[in-house]
């Protein structure tokens, strides 16, 4: 990812990124996790991304933060997906926003680091009208999955 | 207890802090790190995404491309 980014630390079983967004609205801690999950006999990972709310102590995915810092951070949850799946190159990868405005900044992650996702990852994108199909970029899609090439 | 899909996947990472592969990201293990896996958002999630996955289905040419890669890697053994 050419993209500037932030450095992020992971667990060791490589199922929850953590990285601190840093802006004027300070330093908020941005936590991914890979879920596994199985449909229909198929384990994949769904992937999950909020901001930890230290008040709550909890993940709040509804949040808008506002840290003037968006690309940023889409490029370091980009490199979060790249590092899993270089991890479990067999896992299926499922991304869905908790609102249509944050499926759309998903969308947003992919195509601004297209470059090197598309090297590495295989994408699919969820529409009604065609339901799953490689992803095209200017197209929105309601949901995507990626596999590692 | 580990998911039987993060047994015996991958050789461990030698290094505790390593650069993302095709990335400027630099990545630090840390076994410390609090886990997450029990946050409602989280759970909730996975929940959601198998509704629509059991409604609308995997991506067939992701399926087959994952299935000939199990194939192979299995015949490599």
Redesign the interface.
Known sequence: ??AE?????????F????FYSEGPKGRIKK?I?F??????G?????V?F?DWDYEEN????LVITNNYDRDKVL??V??TV??FT???????V?A?G?TPARTRLYQIGIVSNWM?IN??L?V?G?TEKN????FVKNFNYE?F?V?RK | M?????VN??PK?KNKKYK????????????D?P???N?????K??????E???K????????K??EE??KK?SNQK
């Open positions: 990812m050419n980014s932030y450095n992020i630390e992971t667990t060791d079983n199922l929850e990124y953590a936590v996790r879920t596994p999950q199985n449909a229909y198929t384990t994949y990972f769904n999950g909020g909890n993940i709040d995915d490029a370091t980009a490199a790249l590092d270089e991890y479990f190159p067999n896992a299926l499922y869905k908790s090197e090297q590495l295989h699919f969820f339901g799953w199909e490689r949901a999955m596999f | 580990k998911h039987k899909s993060e996947m991958l990472r993302v592969t095709g990335t400027n990201v630099w990545c630090t293990i840390n076994p790190m886990s997450h896996a946050d409602p958002f989280f759970i999630k996975a929940q959601e995404s198998k629509f996955l059991e609308v289905g995997f991506p067939e040419e992701l399926l491309i994952r890669r199990l890697n």
